[in-house]
């Protein structure tokens, strides 16, 4: 019974008769008081990347632009549609921040109805530090204002204020992707093995040192037909070669994990001292977000259990 409504909801044949359209998001960030835009992967679920390499969710926040129209608005009200015809109906954004356990919603910057139909533009900045992880944004139609009158053949509608009556859109910002994090850099050369690892002199993982290319870097060598490579379409959602990927990643985290002191992989184990961004906060992040327990007996135990774990991480990212 869970999900079931009791009331009128907007489906696709709704949507396609009063012409709902909506726009592809435009996703931006703020550096330095100019504006940069962020390149798209995906399409339900969406990566976000920087051609700069400046933008990080966590320092930069986010800014994202999206506009609805609605040829036919008046389609979607009376006995046929999805709010009486007096109701006020409204279009919102509800977003939800799963791992920082936060929801909110964001408002049309400009509503209009013209000769043309109906038109929402929604502008939203997200402060550095506000989300985390990943978000959902899901774009509605909700009860603005229910009607003073409900007409005869209207029963059927649901007419109270802030109720949900049909989702737009639903898609699904991915900013734990592990390519997304995972500083990887590609190196053509014969003279070059097809993958190696380079570390920085570290001072401090937990505090100081942070999880980006001045402290490691992952290169794979393109020069071999064997070599991973993140995508090999236009959506972004696929890996060339996803066996080698997973066992490169797989060993990659194992020499991470390996030149930690012991103290620091305690630090990183139970999230004591750590800073936000630092090559341990990011483990721990990664530890946390595993599907199974990774086994810590021995070298070959906990790599058996990075590569069934990063396995099933990136089966989920190309979903």
């Avoid at 044949?13 to 931006?28: H, L, P, W």
């Avoid at 709010?83 to 919603?105: E, H, P, S």
């Amino acid at each position: 019974m869970e999900g079931m409504l009791f009331y009128p909801t907007l489906t696709p044949e709704m949507s396609e008769a009063s012409g709902i359209n909506v726009d592809k998001y435009r996703f931006t960030y703020s550096y330095q008081d100019k504006i940069f835009g962020l390149q798209q992967k995906g399409t339900a679920t969406i990566k976000l990347s920087d051609p700069l390499d400046i933008w990080k969710i966590e320092t930069e926040g986010l800014i994202f632009e999206k506009t609805v129209r609605v040829a036919y608005p008046n389609l979607l009200k009376g006995k046929t549609g999805i709010a009486c015809r007096d109701a006020d109906l409204g279009i919102c954004i509800i977003w939800v921040n799963k791992k920082l356990t936060q929801t909110g919603y964001i408002l049309p910057t400009s509503d209009v109805i013209t000769s043309q139909g109906r038109v929402c533009k929604f502008y939203h900045t997200f402060k550095p530090g506000y989300i985390s992880g990943d978000m959902e944004l899901s774009i509605i139609f909700y009860i603005k204002k229910k009607a003073g009158i409900v007409q005869e053949d209207e029963a059927d509608l649901i007419n109270e204020d802030g109720v949900s009556v049909g989702e737009i859109e639903h898609i699904v910002l991915d900013f734990n992707s592990l390519y997304m994090e995972f500083p990887i850099e590609e190196y053509k050369s014969e003279n070059e093995p097809l993958w190696w690892v380079e570390f920085s002199q570290w001072e401090d993982p937990k505090t100081v040192d942070m999880f980006s290319k001045d402290s490691l870097c992952l290169y794979l060598n393109p020069y071999y037909d064997g070599c991973p490579a993140p995508s090999t379409n236009e959506n972004g959602d696929s890996i060339k070669n996803f066996d080698m990927m997973v066992d490169i990643l797989a060993q990659t985290y194992l020499l991470i994990f390996q030149r930690l002191s012991d103290e620091d992989l305690k630090a990183t184990k139970q999230n004591i001292g750590l800073a936000n961004n630092s090559i341990c906060s990011i483990l721990h992040q990664f530890i946390e977000d595993c599907y199974e327990e990774l086994h810590w007996e021995s070298s070959e135990k906990l790599l058996k259990s990075l590569q069934k774990n990063i396995r099933m991480k990136l089966r989920e990212e190309r979903e």
